[in-house]
């Protein structure tokens, strides 16, 4: 899933490449990814692209007479931009992975496409973006967020700091990779409580959030958008890296799966070596 990082890095790159270019089209082909109607999408036919912003890991490209093309590009989302389209024939409905595709008047433009079986990604056609109901529950940006802010807004929401740090309510923009990332550099379990983390502890995460996704982030600006996965995997020590050694302390990356979704840690640097249990493993054992 794009997150804080990919996205400000995607803005930057349609800042550089797309700015200043007239809208020839906006052509819709997955019709459950937009999700509002008025205005329709003929309306961006003619309109210049004049900004690309972040919200969270939201997406807005702001074209001319404050109209938003705001998009959040979900799990398997992800934006191609192409210096040229193949053919000038509208996208067939339903048609391959390209949810949306926007044409610019030098023959450039982008793609919003989707992996995968299950469709989440959204597109909204807005005035205003702070209408579209993911953006208006944001809670402050990660990277914004001073250290008394970061410490009250975690103390807000008790449960395990992996969800709270991710809840989008608390905190913008921080989503499972670079949670686990945060984590393991500030020495914290996944599980431990937000209730019960020391003024210190708040303290070393929130140093260790600017940090990672800081770092994240200035790796990832001015990556065109086809590098940007690469540039992420390359950055993780411990996200997707289940069972190889920890580049601190050597010891092995472990995971805990859930239904949907899984979580990375290193045993030696967050929970004084001791595994967590494997919720999903202790099932099948029973």
Sequence with gaps: MPELPEVEALAGYLRQRAVGRRVDRLEVAAISALKTYDPPPGAVAGKTVCDARRHGKFLDV??????????????????????????????????GPVALRVRLDDGSGFDLTEAGTQKSLAAYLVADPATVPGVA?????????????????????RGQV???????QVLAGVG????????????????ALTDRLTDEQLATLHAATRRVLGDAVERS?????????????????VHARTGLPCPVCGDTVREVSFSDSSLQYCPGCQTGGKPLADRRLSKLVR
């Design 162 to 168: 992996k969800g709270v740090l991710t809840d989008q």
């Design 137 to 157: 529950r944001l809670g402050p940006d990660a990277l914004a967020v001073d250290q008394a802010g970061f410490a009250e807004r975690l103390r807000s929401r």
């Design 176 to 191: 499972n990779a670079y949670s686990d990332e945060i984590l393991h550099a500030a020495k914290l379990s996944p599980f």
């Design 221 to 237: 600006l001015g990556q065109r958008a086809a590098e940007l996965k690469a540039e992420k995997r390359s950055g993780l020590r």
């Design 62 to 95: 702001l074209l001319d007479d404050d109209l938003h093309l705001v998009v959040h590009l979900a799990r398997a989302g992800w934006l191609h931009y192409r210096e040229g389209f193949p053919s000038a024939a509208p996208l067939r409905p339903g048609k």
